[in-house]
Structures are given as structure tokens and as C-alpha cells.
């Protein structure tokens, strides 16, 4: 099956830094891979998304990019503020139209103010 | 936009009862929802996938007999945690498939339910 790794498990950032968050993934069948932030006790959040026909994806301060050859895809936050801290977790998808999505462990982001 | 109704929010029940939580898609028809388990500071784990008027398929590991799951219509699928033991206390999330979102957003997750077993 499918196979998400996630790195870094923690990551803290001075305000205004950008954040920087990497996942690589198994199956070369997956095709989607969305990003979700989820706050504690709280459902996650789908904030970007991306498609294995495209390499980059951007909205706003939010942009990830995908890497087919190599499996991997990132998620970039520029301009980070204290809002922005919560737990990210990345997904890989291998059939676009059941989205039967395998996770990624996590990363809990910290941005100092 | 879509919306993913998950009740109860949380449950606290004594060990050796059941407990059954339901996943409602208020806007959309689901024909395929999955059921999603989180432990404290971990992932999610798919637990199962549950088709409507099909039986759920479920991943390895998890008990079938245990973790009933009722998709029985388009709007609507259940989880029951049978016998519930101190170890199944968690944070378990649904999520639905839009079939229209195929652009954008074609997965709603509910809000969760926080499962407390004594």
C-alpha cells in the first residue's frame, strides 16, 4: 500500500519566515495530494491541494509543489504569523476518484511572535 | 459550500458498552464515506471505507465485528464501536466524498467525535 513519510515532526519559525514542510510518498499511482491543518480536538482543514498533472500550486501565502519523478511534494508558507501555528499533515491519494486518502504523521508548526 | 454534520462531538462511556456515532452529508450525496481513528499527537488512520448499500471494506487490523459500520443511505453512514474497552478511546473523523467536487474540495471531513472509554 501506500506509504506518506512527513518531515520535520516539529518545526518553529520566527514570525514573517517562511516555513518549509516535505513529504515524499511510495505509490507512483497516487495522483492527488491535498495538505490539511488541523487545530487541537478540531477536524483538519484542507488549505491547498494539488494534482499529479500540475507541479505547483499557489494561493496566497500558501504554495506546494510536486515532484513526480522523485515522489515528493512540499508544502511552502511564506510571511508566517501566529495563526498560522497548528499541526499540518500532508496526503497521498492513489485513485482520484475515491480519494481513499493515507496520511503523513504530522508536522506541529510553531510561529514565534 | 459542503458540510460534513459528525454527532455526537463526544461521548464518554462505561467499558462493555456501545456507542454509535453518525456521519451526515447535509448538502451532498456521499456514495463513498471513510472513518478515520486519531490517538493523541498522531495521524489519522484509516480505519474503513463504507460504500452505500455495500458492506464497508476495512483496512488490516481493524476489527469488522467491532467497528460496525452502516452506510445505508447517501446521506448518511455510522460507526458503532461495540463492547468499547479503555483502549478505544480517541478522536474518530469522518469524511464524505463529493462526487461534484472535482475540482475543489471533493473530501469533507466531519468535526470528529472525541470518544472517552472508562
Known amino acids: 500500500g501506500e506509504n506518506v513519510e512527513q518531515h520535520p515532526s516539529t518545526l518553529s519559525v520566527q514570525e514573517g519566515d517562511s516555513a518549509v514542510i516535505k513529504c515524499t510518498y511510495s505509490?507512483?499511482?497516487?495522483?492527488?495530494f491535498p495538505w490539511y491543518k488541523q487545530e487541537l480536538g478540531k477536524r483538519p482543514q484542507l488549505i491547498i491541494d494539488?494534482?499529479?498533472?500540475?507541479g505547483e500550486k499557489k494561493d496566497q501565502r500558501i504554495a506546494v509543489t510536486l515532484n513526480k519523478t522523485a515522489k515528493h511534494f512540499s508544502l511552502h508558507i511564506t510571511e508566517t504569523q501566529p495563526e498560522d501555528s497548528a499541526v499540518y499533515f500532508c496526503?497521498?491519494?492513489?485513485?482520484?476518484?475515491?480519494?481513499?486518502?493515507?496520511f503523513g504523521k504530522g508536522t506541529k508548526l510553531s510561529v514565534i511572535p | 459550500g459542503a458540510v460534513v454534520s459528525q454527532h455526537p462531538s463526544w461521548v464518554i462511556c462505561k467499558s462493555g458498552t456501545s456507542v454509535k456515532i453518525e456521519c451526515r452529508s447535509l448538502?451532498?450525496?456521499?456514495?463513498?464515506m471513510f472513518w478515520y481513528r486519531q490517538f493523541p499527537k498522531q495521524s489519522l488512520m484509516l480505519m474503513a471505507t463504507?460504500?452505500?448499500?455495500?458492506?464497508?471494506?476495512?483496512e488490516q487490523g481493524v476489527e469488522k465485528d467491532k467497528f460496525l459500520i452502516n452506510h445505508a443511505s447517501l446521506t448518511l453512514s455510522t460507526l458503532t464501536v461495540t463492547s468499547a474497552h479503555p483502549e478505544d478511546s480517541s478522536f474518530y473523523i469522518c469524511?464524505?466524498?463529493?462526487?461534484?467536487?472535482?475540482?475543489?474540495?471533493?473530501?469533507?471531513f466531519g468535526n470528529g467525535t472525541r470518544l472517552t472509554v472508562t
Open positions: 469524511s464524505a466524498r463529493d462526487p461534484l467536487g472535482v475540482d475543489n474540495s471533493p473530501l469533507h
Open positions: 505509490d507512483s499511482a497516487s495522483n492527488y
Open positions: 494539488i494534482r499529479s498533472n500540475v
Open positions: 496526503a497521498a491519494s492513489k485513485w482520484i476518484r475515491s480519494y481513499q486518502l493515507t
Open positions: 448538502d451532498f450525496q456521499a456514495t463513498t
Open positions: 463504507s460504500n452505500e448499500g455495500s458492506k464497508a471494506t476495512y
